[in-house]
């Protein structure tokens, strides 16, 4: 499960994700991070400016709702220029973006322009 949680995830960023496990009991925390450690990933991002609700919405943060809000805010306002966008969508807590941003990216080659 923690292997499938943290591949869902696309990497973890903090031993703390590990509480969001599903099942996964206090002890066996405590018992993984004796002998295990979270090392400073190469994470698979998400790209706002080209992934699809259906991409975005499998995303363990994600709900289907926040990624067609997501994806509406593109379609109105133009391609993200950075993540910080983001913050301008008024169900985007600060909380919810601070846990989010380290799996997202903008990368869109007509921003280079």
Do not use: C, W
């Not at 703390?16 to 979270?38: T, W």
């Not at 363990?60 to 913050?87: C, M, T």
């Amino acid at each position: 499960r923690i292997i499938k949680y943290r591949n869902s995830l696309g990497g973890f960023v903090s031993t703390d994700q590990l509480s969001e496990v599903y099942g996964l009991k206090p002890e066996v925390i405590k018992n993984v991070l004796e002998r295990y450690y979270v090392e400073a990933p190469l994470l698979t991002k998400l790209n706002l400016n080209e992934d699809s609700i259906k991409v975005l919405a499998k995303h363990p943060y994600i709900s289907y709702a926040l990624a067609k809000v997501v994806i509406a805010y593109k379609e109105q306002h133009g391609a993200y220029k950075s993540i910080e966008d983001l913050r301008k969508i008024k169900i985007m807590t600060d909380s919810l973006f601070y846990k989010l941003s380290p799996y997202l990216k903008v990368d869109n080659a007509d921003l280079l322009e």
